[in-house]
């Protein structure tokens, strides 16, 4: 899982998108650590795409302010890694424009006599993928150099579709251009070292994985909170909503990885059947849970933003409480709550164990002391387990202790350091190992478990809550916060 460290294949990558967030704030960054690191191919070329009007010279200006911190310890790396882009201007919808990009690609593999791989980076709203599809199809990018030579793959960026519908259309549209086994859908949440620990933290460890199962689990709670609002994209926002922009991705991720099953190996493919297997359970929603078991919500500002419409009913957050229909999970409630403009960006998953049945406990102390289980993902990359242990002092009673496992710190003790998710992103579709990507089966299961929901809420006004809350108050969210103590 995650083993490629470095390929050799020579290769061109079309970087769709050049300009915008997310190549400013993540790509060219993890490019160039991993240039620095020495991971990339040594034969490689980025073909920089984007409607802004410059020059190869001009973009590398651009790519240098946006290297990250690791350029002031690496300043003899910035030329050689700025020398790899070309730039080639132009729209989405312009199919002269991808004629340019294949003419920049043939100028290469002529420049070192060789046949490259070609990886297609769609750093770009999902709203463009139908025409770029129709594009690299008219310009034929979507085949090799040369037969038998060289791999073409793809990479788009989450939400992939607005619904199961839509979803189904552009998986139609893009598997007539490649095979599965060419297509990364990109969720780099997967690609987080914390949630990749949490399948060797299961099953290496027979304390936990033989207790894994709704004998001993009482519930589980995921949560992905945001410190931050919707900002400056109120446009792209209002139209999508925190279900679709998290919850049909990042968290139903989230909650596979936990509930998954053994899988037979550590196989991308058998990795992602576990996965899918897990959201294919989901137990389907119905209009009761509306405002029982799914809760909407919308921070009192959001109507503000720009480019948001006034009377808009778009979520920015959402609590779900939902199960896993398979003998291991039956019975066991799973939470998901997600928010903007919360207190504090964080992300986890709390499993919470029964007490056990027998207690040696204090006089007149009530039995109530589960064990938790504890995945924090950001902001740092933490395990930990909390157990209850006889209190100092004459009296005999119980206190809890947790024992922390903390990821960031036995990394630099010997002597790795982990990798931003980016960075796995990429360097993984270059070596072709699918593992932290998206299957077509994962991503109909999430759609057809979220589009329900979509349905089911679609005309229900969100609850409001106060920008820089805990989000709106509601039975559930109560239901959480007894079950699940300081989470």
Sequence with gaps: MGTCTQSTLPTQIVLLGATGDLAKKKLIRSLFDLHVRGTLPRHLHIVAFSRN????????????????????????????????????????????????IKDHLNAYDETIGMCTSKLFYLAVPPSFYDVIFERIAHAKLDLPCAEGEGWVRILVEKPFGSDLDHAHRLEDKLSVLFKEEQIYRIDHYLAKDALQNILSFRYSNVLFEDRFNSDHVEAVYLRVFESFDVST????????????????????????????????????????????????????????????????????????????????KTETYFMLKTAVDTPRWRGVP??????????????????????????????????????????????????????????????????????????????????????????????????????????????????????????????????????????????????????????
């Design 233 to 312: 994209r109120g446009a792209f926002f209002d139209g999508v909503g925190a279900l679709r922009d998290v919850g049909q991705n990042h968290m139903l991720q989230m909650l596979a990885l936990i509930a998954m099953e053994h899988p037979e190996t550590l196989s991308p493919n058998d990795l992602r059947t576990a996965r899918a297997k897990v959201l294919k359970a989901l137990e389907p929603p119905t209009q009761g849970d509306i405002g029982t078991q799914i809760i909407k919500g919308q921070y009192d500002t959001y109507r503000e933003t720009e480019h948001v419409d006034p009377t808009s």
């Design 53 to 100: 009007e410059l020059t190869s010279e001009s973009y590398r200006s651009f790519a240098r302010e946006h290297l990250g911190p690791s350029a002031q310890h690496h300043q003899d790396s910035v030329e050689p890694f700025l020398a790899l882009f070309e730039y080639v201007s132009g729209t989405f919808d312009d199919a002269a424009a991808f004629v340019r």
């Design 334 to 487: 799973f939470y998901l709550e997600h928010g903007k403009a919360m207190p504090e960006s964080s992300s986890e998953i709390v499993v919470r164990f029964r007490s056990a049945k027998h207690c040696v406990c204090g006089e007149r102390e009530p039995h109530d002391h589960p064990n938790f289980l504890r995945f924090t993902i950001s902001p740092e990359q933490t395990i930990s387990v909390r157990f209850w242990v006889r209190a100092p002092g004459t009296a005999y009673t119980l206190e809890s202790n947790d024992l922390v496992f903390d990821r960031a710190h036995t990394s630099t003790q010997n002597g790795v350091s982990i990798s931003d998710a980016y960075e796995e992103v990429l360097l993984n579709a270059i070596c072709g190992d699918q593992t932290l990507f998206v299957s077509s089966a994962e991503q109909a299961a999430a759609w057809t478990h979220i589009t329900r929901i979509l349905e089911l809420w679609q005309d229900t006004t969100p609850l409001t809550y106060t920008h820089g809350s805990d989000g709106p108050s509601s039975a559930l969210q109560q239901e959480v916060q007894a079950l699940f103590p300081n989470a």
